[in-house]
């Protein structure tokens, strides 16, 4: 699944949105993959609750329930694509870790992993 912390006065947020998510080549990367837009000045609490500093903020969430990416930026069509083919191209190792993680990923992904018993998700729609 994909979680898109997105506003709608965010430049960034609809550039992202219409040039990258809606093109036909990222909606084929992502026909077997959720994706939830979470308006973040509708849900505060849930972008306090990932952490949201800034947005586009994007959420990769593989089929365990971990976070294997993130994206914080407008990102364009090819790499974007890459991105996800990245992602979710294999099911993760045993203990469900990833092999290659950002410094800025691996706080988010071990608290996130370590609390997943106390976490429930919910998904919230909104209209865009």
């Known amino acids: 699944m994909v979680i898109d912390f997105w506003a709608k006065w965010c430049a960034p947020c609809l550039q992202l949105k219409h040039e990258t998510l809606n093109h036909p080549d990222v909606v084929k990367a992502l026909s077997a993959v959720e994706v939830i837009y979470v308006d973040i000045d509708q849900y505060p609490a849930l972008g306090d609750a990932y952490g949201v500093a800034a947005i586009p903020d994007l959420f990769f969430v593989d089929r365990s329930g971990d976070i294997v990416d993130r994206l914080q930026n407008f990102e ?53």
């Open 76 to 128: 364009p069509l090819a790499a974007f694509v890459a991105r996800v083919e990245q992602a979710f191209a294999s099911p993760p190792n045993r203990e469900g870790e990833l092999t290659i993680l950002t410094d800025s990923l691996k706080p988010l992904r071990d608290h996130f992993n370590a609390n997943k018993a106390k976490h429930r998700f919910i998904a919230i729609l909104s209209p865009t």
